[in-house]
C-alpha cells in the first residue's frame, strides 16, 4: 500500500470579539434581515489591531501538535495558506515556525485565498508521500476585517478572522488520509476579488499606491455566479477521479462565504443538509480559515469521526477553486 498524508490533530483560533449584525445597523444602511437572508451570517469575530494572521495562526498549530502529542522539534515542514499575512515578506509561516518552536522545520505561504487550505493540503500531502519530509503542520488562516472599508456595505459585513491547523503526517497500511485532491484557476477573473494596493504594481509610497485602493474590492454578483459553477465542478471532478459518488462522502465540509452558495451546491451534490457541515452563521467569511474551522468544530460535534469520508471544497481570489477528498 502507498504513503498516504493522514491528518493526525487539529487545531483553531478566532478572533474573541463578536460582532452581531445589529451592530452594522448603526453603522451603514442595512438590516440583520438583509444580511441573513442573503448570506446566512448572523454573527463574526473580528481581530482587534495587532492582532494579525500569525497570532491566531500559532495558537491554531500550538493546538493541533499538544492534540498529536508532537513535540514542535519533531516538525519538519509549515506551510501556511494565507492572503492576509502579517508582512508581504517575511513569511507568516516562519513566524508561526519560529513561534511555536518548531527548530528542525522549513516554513513557508500559499496564496490560494479561500481554496488556500486546500492547495496548501495538497503541498503537503505531496511532500509527505514523496518522501521529502515525514510531516507538516498545515495552517489555513486569514485576518480579512483588517483590509475591509466598514462604510461599504457590500463587502464588510460578510467576512471574520480566524482560521485553523492540522497535523499531518506519513503512514503506511491506511486508508486514512488525503484521498484525492483536485486544484483550478482562472486568472481572467483576477479583477473579480482584489486588493489592489501593497504588490510590486501598486506599491505604497509610489505614485501608483496613492492613486490603487487598500480595502478588498469585489464583485458580489460575478463571484456568487462563479463560487456556484466552482462548487459543483470541483466536486464533481474529485469524486470521478477518486472513483467515489456523493453517496460515499459522510461529510461535506465547504468554504463558509455564504449559505445560499453551500445550499446551491450541496442540491446538485444530491447531497441533503444533514451531511453538509454549516457554521458561516458564526464565523462569516474567514478566507483560508473557514475550512479548518469548519472540520475543526464538525469533529468536535461528533459529525466527523476517524475513518469518514469528508469533502472539502474551496473558492476564491484567483479566480482559484479546489477540493480534497480525505479519509479523517
Ligand atoms: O470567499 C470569497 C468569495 N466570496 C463570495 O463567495 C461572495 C459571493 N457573493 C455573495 O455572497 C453575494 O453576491 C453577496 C452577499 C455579496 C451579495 O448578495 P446578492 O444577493 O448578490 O446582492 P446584490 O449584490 O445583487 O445586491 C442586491 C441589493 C443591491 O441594492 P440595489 O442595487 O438592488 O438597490 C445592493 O446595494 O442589495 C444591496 N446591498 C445591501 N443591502 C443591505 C448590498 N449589500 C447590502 C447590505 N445591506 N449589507
Known amino acids: 500500500m502507498p504513503n498516504r498524508a493522514v491528518i493526525q490533530s487539529i487545531g483553531m ?3 474573541d470579539r463578536v460582532m452581531t449584525n445589529d451592530e452594522f445597523e448603526a453603522i451603514i ?6 444580511i441573513q437572508t442573503r448570506t446566512g451570517i448572523k454573527e463574526r469575530r473580528i481581530a482587534e489591531p495587532g492582532q494579525s494572521s500569525s497570532y491566531f495562526g500559532i495558537r491554531a498549530a500550538k493546538e493541533a501538535l499538544e492534540r498529536a502529542g508532537k513535540s514542535p522539534e519533531e516538525v519538519e515542514m509549515v506551510v501556511c495558506a494565507t492572503v492576509t499575512g502579517d508582512y508581504l515578506f517575511p513569511g507568516t509561516a516562519c513566524l508561526i515556525q519560529d513561534a511555536i518552536g518548531a527548530k528542525n522545520a522549513g516554513a513557508y505561504d500559499l496564496g490560494a485565498a479561500c481554496a488556500g487550505f486546500i492547495y ?12 521529502t519530509v515525514q510531516n507538516a503542520v498545515v495552517v489555513g488562516i486569514d485576518t480579512l476585517t483588517h483590509f475591509v472599508d466598514w462604510k461599504d456595505r457590500s463587502t464588510c459585513v460578510l467576512f471574520g478572522d480566524g482560521g485553523g491547523a492540522v497535523f499531518m503526517e506519513r503512514q503506511k497500511d491506511t486508508e486514512r488520509g488525503i ?3 483536485v486544484m483550478l484557476a482562472d486568472g481572467s477573473g483576477a479583477r473579480h476579488i482584489k486588493i489592489a494596493l501593497g504588490g510590486s504594481l501598486n506599491p505604497p509610497h509610489s505614485a501608483r499606491g496613492e492613486a490603487a485602493c487598500g480595502y478588498i474590492y469585489m464583485a458580489g454578483k460575478e463571484v456568487f455566479r462563479f463560487a456556484v459553477r466552482a462548487m459543483a465542478d470541483s466536486c464533481s471532478r474529485v469524486l470521478e477521479k ?7 462522502v459522510a461529510l ?10 453551500i445550499t446551491a451546491a450541496a442540491d446538485h451534490l444530491g447531497l441533503s443538509m444533514d451531511r453538509v457541515f454549516v457554521n458561516v452563521h458564526k464565523y462569516g467569511n474567514m478566507g483560508a480559515g473557514s475550512i479548518p474551522v469548519a472540520l ?3 469533529e468536535q460535534q461528533g459529525k466527523l469521526k476517524r475513518g469518514d469520508l469528508v469533502m472539502t471544497v474551496g473558492f476564491g481570489a484567483g479566480l482559484v477553486w479546489g477540493a480534497n477528498l480525505i479519509r479523517w
Open 242 to 248: 477518486a472513483g467515489l459518488t456523493s453517496d460515499d
Open 120 to 131: 496548501a493540503a495538497e503541498a503537503a500531502a505531496g511532500m509527505i508521500c514523496n518522501g
Open 179 to 181: 484521498v484525492a485532491t
Open 13 to 15: 483560533a478566532v478572533a
Open 29 to 34: 444602511d442595512t438590516t440583520d434581515e438583509w
Open 252 to 261: 461535506f465540509c465547504p468554504h463558509q462565504a455564504n449559505l445560499r452558495i
Open 296 to 298: 475543526y468544530e464538525a
